[in-house]
């Protein structure tokens, strides 16, 4: 890739800061675990895997920051620092599976020194950075012989490199096919309000040479209704045991014309965003975000002063609607209880 979402650099964590995108490529530093926290909360780094990524990063980041030597005391405050990650964003389960992966780690090795302990939590983090890059581009092998030479692929909102550790979840797909030999084209949906396709997808397959034309959210049935539209493929926040999907708001629209008008729709996501825990997408929580997001494209005001304002950042698409779910572990259709479980189980 020709530019990093999030890395470790001297003991610090470099992220791009996808608000300013696509103006001005900025790279910021993050000393210590409640930067980092903020720069969650803010959107500086946002998409499911790279939001894990970036928490398990802050937790390294904040465990170098205690400095007691007792263990009980240490443990008391990493708990805190873990605390304070996990309360950044609600739907994300990335965010929390990063957590309490840091957590089973540091429970396995709190006999070690309180230093030596440090060391292994960075380790993990940087780990879970590499590992996220390979499980996209298995993503990507397993989703990318789904496509057809010559489709147009409509995505919504963002997941690819700049929502993972690099490479992508749905752009991963897309990226293979292409380098499979077939001729892709992308319809990018704007996704109001953070514009995330807009100013996001269409920046990174910009830079990656890739065909890509920006469309407002609400052309989308008229496309697929003219045959401009041979597949969708978006990624997810949190999928449920049943197959249901938390997405970027618009998504569940998507796939409701996409059912009507016969076209595919997948779902590329990896393993750590699948909450077997989950019955159903009912459960999954939504995060309503502030409404100067709707209200305001950066510091301009688009609506009356005063009106009221709705601003769930996620909607649920249910299973039914969703041709396939596609993981580094494999393809899933239709019967997900069942599907999505056997994804675990070949671990």
Known sequence: MSFKTIDWQDDKVVMIDQRLLPEKEIYREYSSYLEVAEAIKEMVVRGAPAIGVAAAMGIALGAREIESDDMDSFSKQFSEICSVIGATRPTAVNLFWAIERMKRLFEEYRTETVEALKGILKQEAISICHEDIAINREIGKNGGVLLKDGSTVLTHCNAGALATAGYGTALGVIRSAIDYGKNIKVLADETRPFLQGARLTAW?????????TVITDNMSGHLMKKGDVDAVVVGADRIASNGDVAN?????????????????????????????????GDDIPIEERTPTEVTHIKDRQITPEGVNIKNPAFDVTPAELITAIITEEGVVSRDYIRGLKGLFEKR
């Open 204 to 212: 990174e397959l910009m830079k990656d040479g890739i065909d890509v």
């Open 248 to 280: 970027k708001i618009g998504t569940y629209m998507v796939a409701v014309l996409a059912a009507r008008h016969g076209i595919p729709f997948y779902v590329a996501a990896p393993l750590s965003t699948i909450d077997l825990a989950i019955s159903t």
